[in-house]
């Protein structure tokens, strides 16, 4: 089946202890991106990846980083988590072009204390 | 800058009614267009997308929209809303130009049976 996995569904920590939330996608896509949606704001691009090796900053990628060295994986890291960053987070794929819209995770709700 | 604005925050509705969410962009070259809905705890599904041919297109679940370029609008109709509808709903944009898609902050649909 065609999707992107998103681990772990729900994450509760503390601040300052760093965090990988893993996205992983089975469909050859180029694309990759991360989103966080907060109430109010809608989603917002943290950061994307158009190929392997290539990545790029979104509106708000303060406070995270990315890597791209795989096809299929697209890390999101906390180095040092803060409350703010408490949220729901989305990883997402797509072919280049865009012939078939993005394809989303399920999610991970990250909460930092 | 592109951007999509979706003109309702939240909407209520009874059973049966008809709806019509709307969905503004700004971007002066080729668009493709994209609703997706999000239901309650899960992640965002395409619901339709408009790359060109026919303004009027059908999606799942009854839904269409309707591209008008003269003014820069992809509204979302449905006739006959069922409470299974309730749900987030978001307008988005990707340019031709490159694979940067915009989401719109999303409009809270709320079908009161």
């Known amino acids: 089946e065609a999707q992107v996995t998103q681990n772990p569904r729900y994450l509760i920590t503390v601040t300052g202890k760093k965090l990988t939330v893993t996205c992983s996608q089975n469909?050859?896509?180029?694309?990759m991106s991360w989103y966080r949606q907060d109430p109010g704001l809608g989603l917002r691009q943290i950061y994307y990846s158009m190929n392997v090796e290539v990545t790029d900053k979104g509106d708000v990628p303060e406070g995270y980083k990315v890597s791209r060295k795989e096809k299929r994986n697209f890390p999101l890291i906390l180095e040092s988590p803060s409350p703010n960053q408490t949220s729901l987070y989305f990883c997402?794929?797509?072919?280049?072009?865009?012939?078939?819209?993005?394809?989303f995770g399920s999610g991970t709700r990250l909460t930092v204390v | 800058a592109q951007s999509v604005s979706q003109h309702n925050h939240h909407v209520i509705l009874s059973e049966a009614a008809s709806l019509e969410l709307g969905c503004n962009y700004s971007y002066g070259g080729t668009v493709n267009l994209f609703w997706y809905v999000q239901y309650p705890g899960q992640h965002l599904q395409l619901l339709l997308k408009y790359f060109s041919g026919d303004p009027l297109v059908k999606g799942i679940k009854g839904f269409e929209a309707e591209f008008i370029k003269s003014k820069f609008s992809f509204n979302l109709r449905k006739p006959s809303v069922q409470w299974s509808d309730t749900a987030e709903y978001f307008c988005a944009v990707i340019s031709n130009r490159d694979d940067k898609i915009i989401f719109g902050k999303g409009t809270r649909l709320h079908i009161l049976p």
């Open positions: 997402a794929s797509s072919l280049r072009g865009q012939g078939g819209g993005y394809t």
């Open positions: 469909m050859n896509h180029e694309y």
